[in-house]
């Protein structure tokens, strides 16, 4: 199954990233398919409390449903464009195939979904608009390649169940010990084909400080920005894994 999938045009690393088009919200996460659907006027992020010399000041964000999908998309768009495709392909020995391409973007949404499912109904509602956007996004970049339109649609189907179960295999093995974590992406990113242990401790060790340094991101930044900076694959210097900078935003959340 996967050889069908990498058997489309190589070298899509190259290709032109695509703005989705508007459809119907209809994809789900494995955890969150009965998530509430939130109200398409406006949403409230809790206040955060801060304290100072006496007193305390409290500040609350207004999100509208639509500045959530603008977050999500930047959100995803940091997924595709800010992660290093090339050091990927080399260090880990993939092909730089469309499957490839995906497998790579599906480890750091998957990522992102962790995260963002930590903030709540708010949380829950962004983590479907990324998964939608991403859907979105592969069907274009099938279409630019030019995938038939019969071979696009199996090759979705295909690709969505992998995605599924995907993700269940990650949530598995994030809450397992490195053993747990390696052996989820022994499945799932090298598809059982790794046969040099370095290309996995190298990912255990990628996925263990990736997820560190989103949790230490404030969720209320997350939803009113989206804006998300990846660790680099071999750190050059560990310490500079610090408390990223609170991005610059207005009450508008833009």
């Known amino acids: 199954n996967q050889t069908s999938i990498s058997q489309w045009v190589p070298i899509c690393s190259h290709l032109v990233s695509v703005s989705p088009t508007p459809r119907q919200w209809d ?42 999908k603008i977050a999500a998309l930047r959100m995803y768009t940091s997924c595709v464009e800010k992660t290093d495709f090339e050091e990927f392909f080399l260090r880990c ?71 599924y179960a995907a993700i269940l295999g990650y ?6 010990d490195d053993r747990g974590l390696a052996a989820a992406l022994w499945r799932t990113f090298f598809n059982q084909k790794c046969e040099d242990p370095r290309q996995l401790e190298l990912l255990v060790e990628y996925v263990r400080k990736q997820m560190q340094y989103l949790d230490s991101m404030k969720g209320e930044d997350l939803l009113l920005t989206g804006e998300v900076k990846w660790r680099p694959l071999v750190e050059k210097n560990p310490q500079s894994i610090l408390k990223p900078h609170t991005p610059t935003y207005n009450d508008e959340g833009l």
């Open 27 to 68: 994809r789900t996460l494995s955890s969150t398919s009965q998530s509430p659907q939130m109200s398409p006027s406006r949403i409230w992020v809790e206040p955060e409390q801060t304290a100072g010399v006496g007193t305390q000041q409290s500040r609350k964000y207004h999100i509208t449903s639509k500045k959530i």
């Open 93 to 163: 020995q993939m092909p730089d195939t469309f499957n490839s391409w995906f497998l790579i973007t599906l480890l750091h949404v998957w990522m992102c979904l962790v995260r963002m499912k930590q903030e709540g109904r708010t949380g829950k509602y962004m983590c479907r608009i990324i998964v939608h956007f991403m859907w979105e996004d592969v069907e274009q970049r099938g279409r630019v390649m030019g995938v038939n339109s019969y071979l696009l649609k199996k090759n979705m189907a295909l690709m969505t169940n992998n995605f």
């Open 171 to 176: 949530d598995e093995g994030i809450l397992s």
